[in-house]
């Protein structure tokens, strides 16, 4: 595969496609077109993810699962541009270039390499793959990361152990604290304290992929403050115990409140946008089959055996709020109804004042839109 912008990376974003499961027509409402053509080129302030790892590390298999973080989704909430690098192979020899590539693979260890993606790259995922000795994948990733740190200091690192299914509890947090000081003590050797590193422990098998995607995407989303702020004041006002702001096509969360997230209760929440929008599907289409699956009117409320209640409505054409909350709580439904509606009517502002800067920021070609925030995420144009 050959990873180069410009025509090559509409033609790499194709090749991911996109899972056809989800209904095409999901996205609604007119600005859409709009939104399309003040995207900015490929290349331009995109966030850009890019997957390395060793061979067979699981990097198609992660492509896969995450498969709607491709830039050829418009139904997305975020736009990014998700590659990989699959020749980042377990070569003896750190300094010369693997000497089996794929047919078109850029040489990852040259300097034109760097200057041109790790320029460019947001955030920079590496992916450790779970064996016994994981050595060689700590002195890749050393490697790797102290190359474009020095390159570009911005990018974020975030690190995958991944394939830890199978692993106990305690096994998995082992393993995570010994790859962490590890890699952390090469750092320092390296005299690279400065460089940051987020630790992440995957698997393809359970929803923790799709966690630690939510985690990395919220690092490139200014407005994260303001909307964990707005999450917080929403629930404690209307005595929800959870509450996630998903983007509906990814199942990523974009946001969630300041208590603490458990495996469990997000993927109950995941589990419900599925039914939902299966639900919608089978039944909230027209007879001719057009209309949309998810749309302003989405709303819904499943009350479960134990007690709980989980609470679904459309916040933007891309996003849901997903709310966990106890039956006794849902007795005040007017309530929560009319703080939903103040929650909504302030995400609608925060976005739409990201969006006007956006296109400002377009139109001027100033520096890039989405760093022009303040500490809590509002764009400075807009104070
Ligand atoms: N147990 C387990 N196996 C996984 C996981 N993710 C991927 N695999 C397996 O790992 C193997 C390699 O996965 P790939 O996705 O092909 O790895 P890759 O890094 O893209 O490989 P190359 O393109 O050859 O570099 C496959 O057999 C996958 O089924 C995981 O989370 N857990």
Do not use: W
């Amino acid at each position: 595969m050959s990873l180069q912008y410009g025509a090559e990376e509409d033609a790499l974003a194709d090749s991911y496609g996109v899972v056809d499961s989800f209904p095409k027509d999901f996205g609604y409402g007119v600005e859409e077109a709009e939104l399309e053509e003040d995207n900015p080129a490929p290349g331009d302030s995109k966030p850009r993810i890019l997957l390395m790892g060793l061979r067979r590390s699981g990097k198609s298999s992660i492509q896969k699962v995450g498969s709607h973080l491709c830039t050829n989704n418009r139904d997305l909430f975020f736009f990014f541009f998700l590659a990989y690098v699959s020749d980042l192979v377990s070569s003896s020899s750190l300094s010369s270039p693997p000497p089996q590539k794929k047919s078109g693979a850029r040489n990852f260890f040259s300097p034109l390499f760097y200057s041109i993606f790790f320029r460019s790259t947001n955030t920079d995922l590496n992916y450790l793959e779970f064996q016994d000795d994981y050595m060689e994948a700590l002195t890749r990733l050393n490697f790797t990361v102290s190359k474009a740190f020095k390159v570009n200091p911005e990018i974020n690192f975030e690190v995958f152990i991944h394939k830890v299914d199978g692993l106990s509890d305690d096994h998995k947090i082992e393993t995570q604290r010994d790859i962490h000081q590890r890699a952390n003590d090469d750092l320092v050797d390296a005299g690279l304290e400065k460089l940051h590193l987020s630790f992440y422990l995957t698997s393809i098998y359970d929803h923790s992929i799709f966690e630690a995607f939510s985690k990395v995407v919220q690092k490139l989303i200014p407005q994260l403050p303001t909307l964990e702020n707005l999450l917080n004041i929403f629930i404690s006002n209307s005595g929800i115990e959870k509450a996630f702001l998903f983007d509906v096509v990814s199942k990523i969360y974009i946001a969630t409140d300041s208590s603490p997230v458990d495996m469990q209760s997000y993927e109950l929440c995941c589990d419900m946008i599925d039914v939902v929008i299966d639900v919608s599907c089978i039944y909230g289409l027209k007879e001719d089959g057009s209309g949309s699956a998810y749309d302003k009117e989405s709303m819904t409320i499943i009350k479960l055996n134990n007690t709980t209640v989980l609470y679904l409505k459309e916040v933007t054409k891309f996003l849901a709020l997903v709310c966990i909350l106890r039956e006794e709580s849902f007795e005040r439904k007017g309530l929560i109804d009319y703080n939903f509606h103040c929650f909504r009517k302030a995400i609608h502002e925060v976005f739409e004042v990201g969006i006007t800067s956006y296109r400002t920021g377009i139109h001027q070609m100033s520096t890039p839109n989405l760093k022009a925030v303040t500490h809590n995420g509002t764009p400075r144009n807009a104070v």
